[in-house]
Every structure is written in structure tokens, then in C-alpha cells.
């Protein structure tokens, strides 16, 4: 028989704690014993506890103390821990990187990181200044790794300046043939007319003098690279991916809306943000110059001329702009050069062909070339030089036609039609292509899906949408499509789902808040960090009035600030209180 047991390293104090524990149901945790109890509980294997510690630790995780929880996490096996460590490292990446310990992590630790796509960064030069920064601090014994670290950072982001001056002539990198493969695949990929699609096996280009190189440039794969991992590549991290925004459409009541959602990719949430001066349903959304304005669309009551902008890092809100010249719902608006052109439409007695063209500087409207066919419930889009009218409804019945505007020339030109006819479609760009989705035809609304080559001037059929969605909010972020709520025949839709062009497949999303069809949604270059403070409505930002929510906020700030014990009950609510 057994009569005395040996607990090595394992203090009294944190003994005789989880000995009242089991006894009693309930241990108090705080900063001063949290290490040992954790430890002790890991080895006694005392699983409530342990998460109790972790969760603990995870309140007082801060820049400073990061890399050391992470590495106790690591050392004991405590998952939760180490998994708290790496989202609050992923969050806090710009200020851990200048911290000296961090270039001493070890290279999984780094590798895992930088791999992870909500990584929060401003720019991708960051990355590549760590992974760089952190070789140099030890480049003997680090050299094997800088071909798989290099390969995470997502080269054809960087600008292309700064990657053929310090990327393509850095000494380390100049030394690797995968390295130098890695950095001709990105100058491939951005000289490529269609950005972010995967590359042929042992493809090349070599730049005679028209580009930003040197005349007879060589770039060149000569190896095959895994067409996932180059898109993957080629895609943004979701910290500078910028944000989608739905704003307007009616659902079930039938009252246009006013409200705004937009999308933060990084938490795949959908969060509210500060309304529009109007209710706007079959509206123009667009984003030109980092601003996003809302044009036309009928209110309930009329048909609509008014516009409004809102610039989401003023913070200010939604302000009125010049009206267009002619009132009109199911109206598309895209920007090319800087300029904002609304397009077709329609009012209670015809379909419409006229353009206007917005000057944001002088904010004045003028006519342009109309198009060729009347088009309300049109799609639009630009897409190099040009833009494109897709569909639409000419008063009798749903178009498959599209054309193509010149704005030197202010002329409009029929191309390839589509191979379904469409009103309602949501149209976008996505790598030097052309996305029309859903709409209806006649009949239906459709969950049919095409894309257009502008190089071939034709239309190939994409993977069909999970649902029926006429009326669709269509824009693409990120490397995929996002078709946004619609109406399926029988119900307006608050589901979203996101096409990948790699898998020719889709994916569900987040849903949004309100069903909602006929909403305009658009793409702006801007963070979700602009929209919070500023003007962000919605409670799960900020302590509402509630009491409960209060005071979850009160203990959380109190915890943080390491005036709270947290006391453990078995079976019973985790119960906080002040020490």
C-alpha cells in the first residue's frame, strides 16, 4: 500500500488550493497564483481548473506579456491558452514586431503566424520586414527556413516598387532559387491580365521596355507551384482587404430601408453602422476615392434624384451631394477614373438609356453617351478602361444583352450577350473578369452564375448559387464574390455566400441582420476600424444600457486590471468578485 506521494515543483500553496478544492467546490485564481495553480492542476490533471486558469490568463494577456504566456501555454500543454495567445498575437501583430523578444521566437511560432489570413497588418511590407528582421537576428542557424517563410508572405500585395527594389535585391534572397521563384511568380501574377489566377506550369514573360523593369526582364517559373497556394498568395490579408457594404433595399414590411450593415471578413460579422439620410430601395451604391455614396432608388413614396456620400474615416456620417438630373430606381452606379456614372434605370412609366456622370471634386452631374438599350434593373460595372452594362429590363422583358462604355470616345458598343437573360443581377469584377449573378428572367429569380473574358468576348457558366436570389447585392473582396441577400420567389433573404474562383464553388457566410433585396452593395478600400468608433450603433460594441451587459464590462475592466479573484463551482456558474 501506497502511503506517501511526492509532488515535485508543486508548490504547497497551489497544493493545498486544489486539495480545498475537491473538497469544497470552489478556488480562488488571481495573478499572484494563477502559474502555479495552472501547473499544479495540469499535472494533477484537474480540468476545471485548468480551463478556469486559462481563461484567467487569457483576460491578462497584453503586448508585453504575450510571448511568455504563449511559451507557459506551450511548455504545459495548455491549448486554450496557447490558442488565446496566437489570436491576441494575431491582433496585436504591429506592436509585437517591434518588441526585441520577438525576433527571438522560434520559427514555428513565426511561421504560424504570419500564415494566418486575419492577420492584422496595415500593409504586407510588414510581414516581409518581420520575416526578414527576424532572420538577420540570427541568419546562420535561420537560413533553411527564409524559402517557407517567404512563402507566406503574400508577395503579390506588396507594391510592385518596393518589391523588385527590396524584395527581388535583398542579399538572402538573391542567395535561394525558391526564394527567387517565389518573387517571379508575384511579378508574373501582377503583370498578369487576369491578377490573382492561378499561373501555367513553366510560364514566363520577359518585359521588353514597356513596364517598370529594365528592357529583356526575364521572369520565369520554371517550376510547378501549387495553384491554391498562389492564390492564396495573391489574395489580401482580411486586416486590408477593405469592406463590404449593404445599404438600403426593402424586405418584408415592403418600407425601403435605411439602414447600413457592413462586413468585417476578419470576424465574418456583419455589424451596423450609421444609417442613411433617406430611405433608398433599388438603389446606385458605389465607392469612389474612399468615399461611398448612395444614389436615386424610390423611398416608398417616389422615385428618387438625391445622392449622399459618406467618407468612413471622417466619421461624421452620411451628407447630402448634388441630385442627378433624372428621378429613378434600379439604377446601377460604378466609378472609372475617379468619376461616378449612374446608369439606366427605371420610373413607373418607362425603362431608361441616359447616363450621368458625377464629378466628386466640382459635385456636379452631366449627361453622357446614353446606352444602346433601355435598361432598368441593370448591372454595372468597371473593368479596365471601360464600363460595362449588363442586362437589365427594357420595359418588355429581361435582357441578355450587355455593352460597353468608352469615355474617350463617349460611346457605347454591344459585346458578347450573356447566356441567361437577367434584371435584378448583381454584377462585379474580380481578376480582370466580369461576374453577373442571379436576377430574374421572365419567370424567376435565378440562381444561375456567369463570367466574362474581356480578352475573348465571351461568357462561361460558374458553379450555381446556393439559392435563387433576384435583386442580389453582388460585390467581390478579398479574392472571392459575395452575392448578398435577394429574393428567392416566395421570401426575401438575409443569407450571404462567397464564390471562389479556384474551387468554383460557394460557401455560406455570416448572414446579414435584415432580409433585404433591391439593396445597392459595394466595395470600399477602408477598415473596419474606421466604422466603430465613430458612428457604430450597434450594442455588441459598446456597454449598452442593460444592466447585465454593464455589468460584464464593469468585471471584465476589474479583471483585466487585476482587482478580481474568480471563484469556480462545480456544476454553478463561474461567479466573480472582488478581492
Not at 29 to 40: E, K, T
Not at 48 to 59: E, G, L, P
Not at 73 to 89: G, K, M, T
Not at 351 to 362: A, G, K, L, M, Q
Amino acid at each position: 500500500m501506497i502511503t506517501d506521494m511526492y509532488f515535485q515543483d508543486i508548490s504547497f500553496e497551489a497544493l493545498e488550493a486544489l486539495v480545498n478544492f475537491v473538497y469544497t467546490s470552489e478556488i480562488s485564481i488571481n495573478s499572484d497564483n494563477v502559474q502555479s495553480l495552472l501547473f499544479a492542476a495540469s499535472i494533477l490533471q484537474m480540468d476545471s481548473v485548468c480551463y478556469a486558469c486559462q481563461r484567467f490568463m487569457t483576460q491578462l494577456l497584453t503586448t508585453k506579456n504575450c510571448l511568455l504566456i504563449r511559451q507557459f501555454a506551450e511548455q504545459h500543454n495548455c491549448v486554450d491558452l496557447l490558442n488565446s495567445s496566437d489570436d491576441f498575437a494575431v491582433d496585436h501583430f504591429i506592436e509585437l514586431r517591434e518588441l526585441d523578444e520577438f525576433k527571438q521566437i522560434a520559427f514555428p511560432h513565426l511561421r504560424d503566424l504570419i500564415r494566418r489570413s486575419d492577420l492584422k497588418i496595415t500593409s504586407e511590407e510588414q510581414v516581409f520586414e518581420t520575416v526578414i528582421e527576424w532572420m538577420e537576428a540570427n541568419p546562420c542557424e535561420r537560413k533553411q527556413h527564409l524559402p517557407e517563410l517567404l512563402s507566406l508572405v503574400r508577395l503579390p500585395q506588396l507594391n510592385m516598387q518596393y518589391l523588385v527594389e527590396n524584395v527581388r535585391q535583398n542579399s538572402m534572397i538573391k542567395e535561394s532559387r525558391e526564394c527567387t521563384d517565389l518573387v517571379s511568380e508575384a511579378l508574373f501574377v501582377m503583370l498578369s491580365p487576369l491578377k490573382g489566377t492561378p499561373l501555367p506550369i513553366g510560364a514566363a514573360i520577359n518585359d521588353e521596355g514597356g513596364g517598370q523593369y529594365a528592357a529583356g526582364t526575364s521572369l520565369s517559373i520554371p517550376r510547378p507551384l501549387s495553384p491554391s497556394s498562389q492564390a492564396l498568395r495573391s489574395r489580401p490579408r482580411k486586416s486590408v482587404a477593405g469592406v463590404i457594404f449593404c445599404a438600403g433595399g426593402r424586405g418584408t414590411g415592403g418600407d425601403p430601408f435605411r439602414s447600413v450593415e457592413a462586413f468585417d471578413c476578419r470576424l465574418n460579422r456583419w455589424i451596423s453602422i450609421c444609417e442613411m439620410t433617406q430611405q433608398r430601395r433599388h438603389v446606385g451604391v458605389v465607392s469612389a476615392l474612399g468615399k461611398l455614396f448612395a444614389i436615386g432608388g424610390h423611398d416608398g413614396m417616389q422615385h428618387l434624384a438625391s445622392a449622399e456620400m459618406l467618407d468612413p474615416r471622417e466619421g461624421v456620417g452620411w451628407r447630402r451631394v448634388a441630385p442627378m438630373r433624372t428621378c429613378r430606381r434600379g439604377i446601377a452606379a460604378a466609378a472609372l477614373d475617379g468619376a461616378i456614372y449612374a446608369v439606366g434605370g427605371l420610373d413607373d412609366t418607362t425603362c431608361f438609356s441616359i447616363v450621368e456622370r458625377y464629378d466628386i471634386e466640382s459635385n456636379t452631374w452631366s449627361d453622357v453617351a446614353p446606352m444602346n438599350v433601355r435598361r432598368g434593373g441593370v448591372g454595372v460595372s468597371a473593368l479596365g478602361k471601360f464600363l460595362f452594362a449588363v442586362g437589365g429590363n427594357d420595359g418588355s422583358s429581361s435582357l441578355d444583352s450587355c455593352e460597353r462604355y468608352d469615355p474617350v470616345l463617349d460611346k457605347w458598343k454591344l459585346v458578347a450577350k450573356m447566356t441567361n437573360r437577367r434584371a435584378g443581377a448583381g454584377v462585379c469584377v474580380l481578376d480582370g473578369a466580369l461576374y453577373a449573378l442571379g436576377g430574374f428572367d421572365d419567370n424567376s429569380p435565378l440562381c444561375t452564375c456567369e463570367r466574362y473574358d474581356p480578352h475573348t468576348d465571351t461568357w462561361t457558366q460558374l458553379a450555381n448559387m446556393t439559392f435563387s436570389r433576384g435583386g442580389v447585392g453582388v460585390a467581390s473582396m478579398g479574392g472571392l464574390v459575395y452575392a448578398i441577400g435577394g429574393h428567392d420567389g416566395q421570401r426575401y433573404l438575409n443569407t450571404v455566400e462567397a464564390y471562389d474562383p479556384v474551387t468554383n464553388s460557394w460557401t455560406p457566410v455570416t448572414d446579414i441582420k435584415d432580409c433585404r433585396a433591391g439593396a445597392g452593395v459595394a466595395w470600399a478600400d477602408c477598415s473596419v476600424d474606421d466604422l466603430l468608433r465613430p458612428f457604430q450603433t450597434d450594442s455588441a460594441y459598446a456597454p449598452s444600457g442593460d444592466t447585465v451587459v454593464l455589468l460584464q464590462w464593469l468585471l471584465q475592466w476589474l479583471t483585466q486590471s487585476g482587482r478580481v479573484v474568480q471563484v469556480v463551482r462545480l456544476n454553478v456558474p463561474v461567479i466573480y468578485r472582488t478581492a
